[in-house]
Structure formats: structure tokens, C-alpha cells
């Protein structure tokens, strides 16, 4: 078991308060075990095991509560009447109207809540005023590279850690994934893949097309990075002689995005100081899956390279959006409470001062930095620090 210190130090720094903790992410990234982590971080502190209740909705127990009524029933069957206790409850989202019955007991009994969920939708909507206020999200991604190399035992100042990083680049970092033998790494992207598209979206949306979905899947796969629209891929899906429409394709991609398959990144206008209705770029939440989605082909470094420094970004608690100055682009504006971080990622540094001069554009005093794949020996221009991606994914 890969302990998953960041996320379980957040939910320990919110025990015992009113807030209920949901931890949300991808299928498969570790929400479960880091569920069980949080249970046996209590048993440690002298918590007693009856004053914990732990409930997984995917396990056969529990198949049949799906619906508030009985959830509510089965709660009332194992809650206590007094003193304090710990609820723990697994993939909430297969329970319809659950909010309704956790504000009830959030308000009813002295209880430290924490849920788990696979789609961004379970926190939206008119359900969500139930518990406006009164939770705090900790979203979860597959591991990071540091994780990654304590589980593979590997350290930070070893000659292996460039290889390492190769690996980690190839196959990405769903825990399972990263634990298993290279011969069976792909029949286990796989499975997590057909999880996640073919149960977690088609078969809950009751989707008929599955090869629709699968070619779009496979289309912003290849397109990490790159700005696209739904025309767009109407577009090169009619080229390979498959229909559909427009409206087909946003519903699609609210399902992938809401599935935490893929993450949406609006431009914004540094001048203007406005959003664009234009375009959008999307980023997939694991190189490993993408790699999987298109094939396993090799190659489009650039994109790759980017798709793990968003990754990365989003997993240090930024929110992010695309910069545009003068028709210029800023890969990644970052803005975390009061800082900004503007980051430019290219896999290797030009012999023009191109990476430098968009940034240069920008009329702030925030930091900026440019992240490579390939290890440079030039570490700055224009004062502009200049990155190695492995000494980059193990700063603090």
C-alpha cells in the first residue's frame, strides 16, 4: 500500500470539524485506499474500532442501497445514539439524493464525516445547497513522480532517477499500474480504461454509441495541448466516416470531464482581462491512459511533456488557465490564493529566445518559469529561471 502522506495529512488537518471531507478524483487514482488509510491513522490514535463505520458502495454488501430511502434506512441501522464517530463512506455517487441524508446526519449526531466520489457532478447542482458550506473537497490524482519513486524504493539523488522518469512517463501513475511487472502495465491500463469510459461514463449515461465515445477519447488523447472545439471533432470524426453532431460531442466531453478523465483549460486574455469564448484546450489526467488511448504510440513529446506539468499543477492546488498577450501564448497562468506562476513548457529549449519573450510580454512582477524535457545547461535567460521537468516534479 503507497501511503499518500499529502492527502492524508489534509484530511487529519480537518478532523474532528464540522466540514465533511469528500475526496474526489479519478477511478482507480487511490481514493479507496487513502479511505483506509485515513481508518487506520484513527485506530492509531486510540480510536476504537466499533466508533468507526465503514461503508463501500461498490462492494457486493451494499449493492442493492442506491437510492436515499435506503441509505437512510441502512444508516439508521448502524449508527449510534451517542458519543462520537467517525463515518467513512466509499464512492457515494451510486447513492441518488445522498446529500440530502449526509446533511441530515451531519446535523443530527456527532459524527466526523468523510465520502469519496468518482464524478465532479455528485458537488453540483441543486442537491449541492445541502451542503454549501459545510464540506471541503480534496481532490486526488494518480501519483505524483515523488510518490512514484518511494514506491518503486528509488531515491531522489540516485543515477536512476532520469529512467525512472521514463518509465513514469511511459506508463504513468495509477498505483496499480506502477506497482505491477512491465509485462502486464498495459492489460492494467486497459482495464482501468474500459472502467472508467465504458462503465463510469457509457453504461451510467446509458450511451448506445460506445465507438463514438472511444473516437473522441482518442481524439483529445492525441490532442493534449492542443486548442480544439467540439466542430472540430465533429469535423475529423466525418473525415473517418463516423456521424455525429455537435451537441453528441459536448455532452460527451461534460461526461469525460465530469469523470475526471479530462480537465478543461480556458484562454484568457491578459490585456483584455477576460475569458475568450473561443477555443479550449483539455488535458488527460494520466500519461499512462492517454499513451493507452492512442494506441501506445510513441512520439507528440511536446504534448506529453505539458500534459504532466498540468497534472502536476493541478496536484499542487493550482487553478489554471491558457494566457494570451499580443497573439501570444502563455501556456499555463497559475494562480494559487494570493501568487501567480506563468509557465512556459517546451521539450527542448530553441535557439531563439521564443520560450523568454512571451513571457517577457507580460506586464507583472509574478514569477515565471520555463519547464523542459531535455536537461539544459543554460539555467536562465532574462532572468527567467529555466527547469529540468525531473528537477522541476521533485521541488516542494
Same mark, same amino acid.
Given at each position: 500500500?503507497?501511503?499518500?502522506?499529502?492527502?492524508?495529512?489534509?484530511?487529519?488537518?480537518?478532523?474532528?470539524?464540522?466540514?465533511?471531507?469528500?475526496?474526489?478524483?479519478?477511478?482507480?487514482?487511490?481514493?479507496?485506499?487513502?479511505?483506509?488509510?485515513?481508518?487506520?491513522?484513527?485506530?492509531?490514535?486510540?480510536?476504537?474500532?466499533?466508533?468507526?463505520?465503514?461503508?463501500?458502495?461498490?462492494?457486493?454488501?451494499?449493492?442493492?442501497?442506491?437510492?436515499?430511502?435506503?441509505?437512510?434506512?441502512?444508516?439508521?441501522?448502524?449508527?449510534?445514539?451517542?458519543?462520537?464517530?467517525?463515518?467513512?463512506?466509499?464512492?457515494?455517487?451510486?447513492?441518488?439524493?445522498?446529500?440530502?441524508?449526509?446533511?441530515?446526519?451531519?446535523?443530527?449526531?456527532?459524527?466526523?464525516?468523510?465520502?469519496?466520489?468518482?464524478?465532479?457532478?455528485?458537488?453540483?447542482?441543486?442537491?449541492? &445547497?445541502? =451542503? !454549501? +458550506?459545510?464540506?471541503?473537497? *480534496?481532490?486526488?490524482?494518480?501519483?505524483?513522480? %515523488?510518490?512514484? /519513486?518511494?514506491?518503486?524504493?528509488?531515491?531522489?539523488?540516485?543515477?536512476?532517477?532520469?529512467?525512472?522518469?521514463?518509465?513514469?512517463?511511459?506508463?504513468?501513475?495509477?498505483?496499480?499500474?506502477?506497482?505491477?511487472?512491465?509485462?502486464?502495465?498495459? &492489460?492494467? =491500463? !486497459? +482495464?482501468?480504461?474500459?472502467? *472508467?469510459?465504458?462503465?463510469?461514463?457509457?453504461? %451510467?449515461?446509458? /450511451?448506445?454509441?460506445?465507438?463514438?465515445?472511444?473516437?473522441?477519447?482518442?481524439?483529445?488523447?492525441?490532442?493534449?495541448?492542443?486548442?480544439?472545439?467540439?466542430?472540430?471533432?465533429?469535423?475529423?470524426?466525418?473525415?473517418?466516416?463516423?456521424?455525429?453532431?455537435?451537441?453528441?460531442?459536448?455532452?460527451?466531453?461534460?461526461?469525460?470531464?465530469?469523470?475526471?478523465?479530462?480537465?478543461?483549460?480556458?484562454?484568457?486574455?491578459?490585456?483584455?482581462?477576460?475569458?475568450?469564448?473561443?477555443?479550449?484546450?483539455?488535458?488527460?489526467?494520466?500519461?499512462?491512459?492517454?499513451?493507452?488511448?492512442?494506441?501506445?504510440?510513441?512520439?507528440?513529446?511536446?504534448?506529453?511533456?505539458?500534459?504532466?506539468?498540468?497534472?502536476?499543477?493541478?496536484?499542487?492546488?493550482?487553478?489554471?488557465?491558457?494566457?494570451?498577450?499580443?497573439?501570444?501564448?502563455?501556456?499555463?497562468?497559475?494562480?494559487?490564493?494570493?501568487?501567480?506562476?506563468?509557465?512556459?513548457?517546451?521539450?527542448?529549449?530553441?535557439?531563439?529566445?521564443?520560450?523568454?519573450?512571451?513571457?517577457?510580454?507580460?506586464?507583472?512582477?509574478?514569477?515565471?518559469?520555463?519547464?523542459?524535457?531535455?536537461?539544459?545547461?543554460?539555467?536562465?535567460?532574462?532572468?527567467?529561471?529555466?527547469?529540468?521537468?525531473?528537477?522541476?516534479?521533485?521541488?516542494?
Amino acid at each position: 500500500m503507497i501511503e499518500r502522506t499529502q492527502y492524508l495529512n489534509q484530511l487529519i488537518q480537518f478532523k474532528d470539524t464540522d466540514f465533511i471531507k469528500v475526496i474526489t478524483g479519478v477511478r482507480r487514482c487511490g481514493k479507496s485506499v487513502l479511505l483506509q488509510q485515513y481508518r487506520d491513522y484513527l485506530k492509531s490514535t486510540k480510536i476504537k474500532e466499533s466508533s468507526i463505520i465503514y461503508i463501500n458502495f461498490e462492494s457486493f454488501d451494499y449493492q442493492y442501497i442506491r437510492d436515499e430511502v435506503s441509505f437512510h434506512n441502512l444508516l439508521e441501522s448502524l449508527l449510534p445514539k451517542n458519543g462520537k464517530f467517525y463515518l467513512l463512506i466509499d464512492e457515494i455517487q451510486f447513492v441518488e439524493n445522498w446529500q440530502k441524508v449526509i446533511n441530515s446526519v451531519r446535523a443530527s449526531f456527532s459524527f466526523d464525516i468523510v465520502i469519496t466520489g468518482s464524478n465532479a457532478k455528485m458537488l453540483s447542482g441543486e442537491l449541492a &445547497t445541502f =451542503l !454549501s +458550506g459545510r464540506y471541503v473537497e *480534496i481532490p486526488i490524482y494518480p501519483l505524483s513522480f %515523488r510518490e512514484f /519513486l518511494l514506491a518503486k524504493n528509488i531515491s531522489e539523488d540516485s543515477r536512476y532517477v532520469d529512467s525512472a522518469y521514463l518509465e513514469y512517463e511511459t506508463y504513468g501513475g495509477f498505483p496499480s499500474v506502477v506497482l505491477a511487472d512491465e509485462s502486464i502495465k498495459d &492489460t492494467i =491500463l !486497459s +482495464g482501468i480504461f474500459d472502467s *472508467i469510459v465504458l462503465n463510469d461514463i457509457a453504461y %451510467r449515461a446509458n /450511451l448506445k454509441d460506445t465507438p463514438v465515445l472511444n473516437n473522441v477519447v482518442r481524439f483529445m488523447a492525441d490532442n493534449v495541448g492542443q486548442l480544439i472545439n467540439s466542430s472540430k471533432i465533429v469535423n475529423t470524426l466525418k473525415s473517418e466516416h463516423i456521424d455525429s453532431s455537435v451537441h453528441t460531442i459536448n455532452r460527451y466531453i461534460e461526461l469525460l470531464t465530469n469523470a475526471f478523465l479530462f480537465f478543461q483549460t480556458k484562454q484568457y486574455d491578459l490585456r483584455g482581462k477576460e475569458y475568450l469564448k473561443t477555443n479550449s484546450k483539455y488535458f488527460m489526467v494520466d500519461n499512462g491512459l492517454r499513451r493507452y488511448a492512442v494506441g501506445q504510440r510513441t512520439g507528440n513529446f511536446g504534448n506529453r511533456l505539458e500534459n504532466i506539468v498540468y497534472i502536476e499543477l493541478l496536484r499542487r492546488g493550482y487553478s489554471i488557465d491558457v494566457g494570451r498577450i499580443q497573439s501570444k501564448e502563455i501556456d499555463f497562468i497559475c494562480r494559487r490564493h494570493d501568487e501567480i506562476l506563468y509557465v512556459q513548457v517546451t521539450y527542448q529549449m530553441p535557439e531563439n529566445t521564443h520560450e523568454s519573450d512571451n513571457l517577457l510580454l507580460i506586464p507583472d512582477n509574478f514569477k515565471k518559469i520555463i519547464i523542459t524535457g531535455r536537461y539544459s545547461d543554460t539555467k536562465e535567460i532574462s532572468g527567467i529561471p529555466i527547469l529540468y521537468i525531473v528537477d522541476w516534479l521533485l521541488q516542494d
